[in-house]
């Protein structure tokens, strides 16, 4: 009674609309209908004035069913809110909403919750501009075609630095791009890359629809995507672990990354791909630690976690995880600490260094298996 005595007391203005967006080519594609809403505004302007019952609802399922109502004409839709990590999609019926209301790019959507349903309005001739992608040619049409779902002749399992939103590129290697990219582009075109060290070009997802507006630039033994890379990363909501699989069809470049597609090493003794001389600080039991340098940590361990686990550690620079002792089958509970350019096994680690009588120059093993960070020390 107080959370609804709480609704009513919100004046139904109609221009008090705290969410206002833009719409973009992905918002009004019917063939993957969803509305992209920012995280900070969903969860300061929606999810803050949901029921405790529906917020736990969207917390454990990352998704939640409600009411939204067009206000322009009084209909009503039964749509979901999905979490995606930096951002949220509005589902359910959006396709039927763009059709009905013919929306287009450009179009401002304003939105409010109000007495537990989603309200939405999209005024009339109010167009806002948005400029174009930089484009080398026209938007090729989206292609269906035999030869993208049975052919990708570039793939690679994306790493941290290829989902930093801070310094956004993907690096491809140099002989596949000319082989399977390059080897498509006219002789003025592959001189103008040479020349200027970047192109621009088109970039497809493949799953969505969506198109990009990207550079490719060249980088000696290799090349970057860039520009717009960071707006990937974003609405993919890509993650270390997946697979990213790109080629050139149609005079633009294509790209798909399957579900929930990762990669998994089975631990053995033929199969660590973290191997380290201890130390001396790695054996002090005084101020017991294991250094684990940055990019093996995150290219075959953090390789695997989810990408709520990833944000946790961003977040709060250590997380807790449980290691198990691969010669003794002994589990302890330690944590993960984010020291920047390397990371720090910590909490059993003097434990360890005791039981196991580590000592300097000892050979260290680890990797990552089915949710455990499994390490051994053979014996010399």
């Known amino acids: 009674m107080k959370r609804s005595s709480y609704y009513n007391a919100v004046p139904d203005v109609p221009d008090q609309w705290p969410i206002k967006k833009a719409l973009t080519l992905s918002d009004i594609d019917i063939t993957h209908p969803f509305l992209t809403l920012s995280r900070q505004q969903v969860e300061t302007n929606i999810v803050l004035c949901m029921t405790p019952q529906d917020q736990e609802i969207l917390r454990a399922e990352g998704q939640v069913g409600f009411n939204a109502q067009d206000d322009d004409n009084g209909d009503m839709y039964v749509m979901r809110l999905k979490w995606r990590g930096s951002y949220y999609n509005l589902i359910g019926k959006w396709g039927k909403v763009i059709r009905g209301k013919g929306l287009d790019v450009g179009q401002e959507i304003r939105l409010r919750w109000f007495n537990g349903c989603l309200h939405f309005s999209v005024p009339q001739q109010q167009i806002v501009v948005v400029p174009p992608p930089v484009r080398l040619i026209t938007a090729p049409p989206l292609v269906q075609d035999q030869r993208l779902q049975d052919h990708w002749p570039i793939r690679k399992i994306l790493t941290s630095s290829d989902v930093d939103t801070t310094h956004p590129f993907l690096p491809l290697p140099r002989k596949l791009v000319e082989e399977h990219i390059l080897s498509q582009w006219t002789p003025q075109e592959r001189e103008t890359l040479r020349k200027e060290e970047q192109v621009p070009i088109n970039v497809r997802d493949y799953d969505t629809g969506e198109i990009y507006g990207l550079k490719l630039r060249w980088r000696g033994n290799y090349y970057n995507l860039v520009a717009k890379w960071a707006n990937v990363i974003r609405h993919k909501g890509l993650g270390v672990g997946q697979e990213i699989r790109l080629r050139w069809l149609n005079n633009c470049l ?69 290691a198990r002792d691969y010669d003794m089958g002994d589990v302890y509970v330690m944590k993960l600490k984010w020291r920047g350019s390397y990371y720090n096994l910590i909490g059993k680690w003097g434990k360890i260094i005791r039981e196991k009588r580590l000592q300097v120059g000892r050979e260290i093993r680890v990797c990552w298996d089915n949710g455990y960070l499994v390490f051994s020390v053979p014996e010399l």
Do not use: M
């Not at 990669?263 to 201890?278: F, H």
């Open 254 to 322: 294509y790209f798909s990354i399957p579900e929930e597609h990762y990669v998994t090493a089975t631990p053995g003794p033929d199969n660590w791909p973290i191997k380290k001389a201890l130390t001396l600080s790695d054996v002090d039991t005084n101020h017991p630690f294991l250094t684990l340098p940055g990019k093996a940590v995150e290219d075959h361990i953090l390789f695997y976690w989810t990408h709520q686990s990833r944000e946790q550690l961003r977040n709060e620079h250590q997380v807790g995880i449980n």
